[in-house]
């Protein structure tokens, strides 16, 4: 079993930052688990605790079925890609691969038919003889990986490993990590900035901020439930529109459009009540002509995005982004409106997402659920809307 559970794992540094803030997480069994946030979150803290790089201050690690919590490095059996590569700079690439299988004591054909193979995976083939101050970052990337990789490790864990690729070798080495994952069944948790990497790769995804986790979840659900406002400012490689409102009946008024309650939260909201409704730029479509629920108003900036565009409606005080298609690209000027399919869109009060009663109530069964799964006691649960 290679399962990671933390429980209640901080780290403060001297000064009194507090880096990872009593973190609970469990990582399933082969899991491909992604962590997300901005600089600064804790997600590099996280994995450096993990591999025993970092000294927790408190909680406890398992690894399995093991508490690593105050083991050494090399007897977590864990492999671990850096962002700033750590290789050695008097071995081969060859050799840099190897290493792993050199600790191991293996016979050296073999360590070397091994690091030959990881090597011709990463697109390093005719390189295994340079050295990694005769190679490009990018290459030097690529030879970090391999090393972690060639010793089967019962952990991956992995810090931005892709990030010095170029686009093209970035897409390939993601589609190979993925698959070699899921071939391997290896348990892996992936450090990363980038959202399409994290919701291309990972199985769940947890957005970090402030060395708390605000949002886990599948990609599907962090991108089109976002649990809070800090994840829904976050998630996306276009912004979701946030836009503040009212509740009035059974409608919500907001920048100049009359909107429904979406169905399951109509029992979870109050005539007057502010609200914060949130709809993702891909969730709504352009129209020309005036549209019922719509938000109208004037063109004033389109970004290509390559088979679509990203279009910005001034409307009123506020602004509108919606994602159009090629063929149908307005020109800075025209009127338009932004159409919200059904269904998508948010109600945020307080920052965190308001969910109906239906709902909530399945969410605090899956929370007792887990807790007792867990052998502990099962509290009420808190509707906070976050994952913490």
């Given at each position: ?8 794992l ?23 688990f ?5 600089s ?29 919590t ?26 840099n ?26 697109s ?33 864990l992995l ?13 390939e ?6 698959r070699?994952q ?13 959202q ?10 947890a957005?970090?901020?402030?060395g ?40 919500v ?62 409307v ?5 982004s ?5 063929d ?23 920052g ?13 069964e ?5 807790e ?11 509707g906070?809307?976050?994952?913490e």
């Amino acid at each position: 079993m290679s399962a990671i559970t933390l429980r209640a794992l901080t780290k403060v540094y001297p000064g009194g930052v507090r880096a990872l803030d009593a973190l609970d997480l469990d990582v399933a069994d082969g899991e491909f688990f992604a962590l997300l946030g901005p600089s600064g979150c804790g997600k590099t803290t996280l994995l450096r605790t993990v591999a025993g790089l970092e000294t927790a201050t408190g909680g406890t690690i398992r690894l399995g079925d093991a508490d690593v919590t105050r083991l050494p490095p090399g007897r977590r059996d864990v492999g671990m890609v850096f962002q700033d590569y750590a290789l050695f700079p008097h071995m081969t690439v060859l050799d840099n691969i190897a290493y792993p299988l050199r600790i191991k004591k293996e016979g050296r054909a073999r360590r070397h038919g091994a690091a030959a193979e990881a090597a011709e995976y990463l697109s390093l083939a005719g390189l295994e003889q340079r050295r990694p101050g005769e190679l490009s970052g990018g290459q030097q990337q690529r030879v970090a990986l391999a090393r972690a990789l060639v010793a089967h490790p019962r952990i991956f864990l992995l810090d931005e490993p892709l990030s010095n690729l170029d686009a093209r070798l970035r897409l390939e080495a993601r589609t190979f990590l993925k698959r070699l994952q899921r071939e391997l069944g290896v348990t892996t948790v992936f450090v990363t900035h980038d959202q399409a990497e994290a919701l291309a790769l990972a199985d769940r995804i947890a957005v970090m901020e402030a060395g708390r986790i605000r949002q886990l979840g599948t990609p599907v659900e962090v991108f089109r439930r976002p649990a809070n406002l800090f994840v829904a400012s976050f998630i996306g490689s276009t912004p979701m529109n946030l836009l503040p409102g009212r509740v009035c009946g059974g409608s919500v008024a907001v920048a100049g459009a009359v909107l429904p309650v979406p169905a399951e939260e109509r029992g979870s909201v109050e005539d007057g009540e502010s609200v914060v409704c949130g709809v993702r730029p891909e969730y709504l479509d352009f129209s020309d002509v005036p549209a019922d629920g719509a938000f109208g108003g004037r063109v004033s900036v389109v970004e290509h995005l390559g088979a679509s565009s990203l279009v910005t409606l001034d409307v009123g005080d506020d602004r509108v982004s919606v994602v159009v298609g090629e063929d149908r690209e307005p020109r800075p000027g025209d009127e338009g409106w932004a159409v919200p399919r059904p269904g998508r869109v948010l109600l945020y009060r307080d920052g965190e997402l308001i969910t109906g009663a239906a709902e909530a109530a399945e969410a605090g069964e899956a929370t007792e659920a887990g807790e007792a799964a867990a052998g502990r006691p099962v509290e009420p649960v808190a509707g906070d809307g976050g994952a913490e």
